[in-house]
């Protein structure tokens, strides 16, 4: 408001006697009041094409490299509940049962042998996002810098998902083998069986820690894109703070 009773009192004091013209008067005012970010050179305009894929890719690979190395590793998903794979519904009500029994340690078992696979699979993440990061056009780019909080993730989600499921999918089977998961599964289900609560089909556990552990993937992606938009300079490398700080502000 101040500032507003400045800028009134110099124009009103600069304009010629009786020229004073409210139309001119109110379109002065407005031009000296409008904030600095609409001026052409604030903002992505001050960045050429170039600079903004170069400095996308260099915090997109920096948040890639992050989420999957969070994960793949011993309790990347087990000892994170955000990411932490449950029992599958139609498994639910045999895990409250047993546990009301005593015989917690049998899902515990089984929900320990599929994080502990998840966690195997996750490595092959990185390659595929590495190739959908240099296949980024400039609108890819614009739209991913002037995009919500997860728009780089929706990006990956959309040039990877399908290419991660085939990847993730028999590496999920081999370390379900080397965790000894069916062994682990059949003692959760020999358990169950007592109680007629599961059933053999409902054993397609590579598909569902397939598409939980890409959940999770994904889940982590949106976090560190989210921080670096909020705090620009954990960015690596100069070019990705400067451009994330201007969309910031």
């Known amino acids: 408001m ?3 009773g400045l800028i009134f009192a110099f124009l009103v004091l600069s304009a ?3 020229a004073l013209d409210l139309n001119g008067f109110k379109t002065r005012l407005h031009d000296l009041t409008k904030p600095a970010a609409s001026n052409p050179g604030s903002g992505l305009a001050q960045f050429s094409n170039q600079d903004q894929i170069e400095s996308l890719r260099q ?3 920096q948040g890639a490299e992050t989420a999957v190395s969070s994960l793949a590793r011993k309790d990347g998903f087990l000892g994170n509940a955000k990411v932490r794979i449950p029992l599958p519904d139609n498994l639910q009500k045999a895990d409250k049962t047993m546990r009301k029994f005593g015989m917690g340690k049998y899902p515990d078992e089984l929900i320990t042998s599929m994080n502990r696979a998840a966690e195997a699979a996750v490595p092959e993440a990185k390659t595929l996002f590495v190739g959908a990061i240099k296949k980024m056009t400039v609108d890819d780019a614009r739209g991913i810098l002037t995009g919500g909080d997860d728009a780089a ?3 990956f989600r959309k040039n990877t998902e399908t290419a991660l499921a085939g990847k993730f999918k028999p590496i999920v089977g081999k370390a379900m083998q080397k965790v000894k998961l069916a062994e682990t599964y059949d003692r959760f289900a020999g358990k169950g ?3 007629g609560l599961v059933d053999k089909r409902d054993a397609q556990l590579d598909d569902y820690i397939t598409r939980k552990a890409m959940d999770g993937l994904f889940l982590m992606m949106a ?5 670096i938009r909020e705090h620009p300079l954990q960015a690596t490398g100069d070019l990705a703070k400067k451009i994330f700080a201007a969309i910031k502000h």
């Open 2 to 4: 101040m500032r507003r």
């Open 16 to 18: 010629p006697a009786g």
């Open 59 to 61: 915090a997109l690979t």
């Open 153 to 155: 993730t929706k990006y």
């Open 193 to 195: 069986a007592k109680f």
């Open 223 to 227: 976090e560190q894109e989210k921080a």
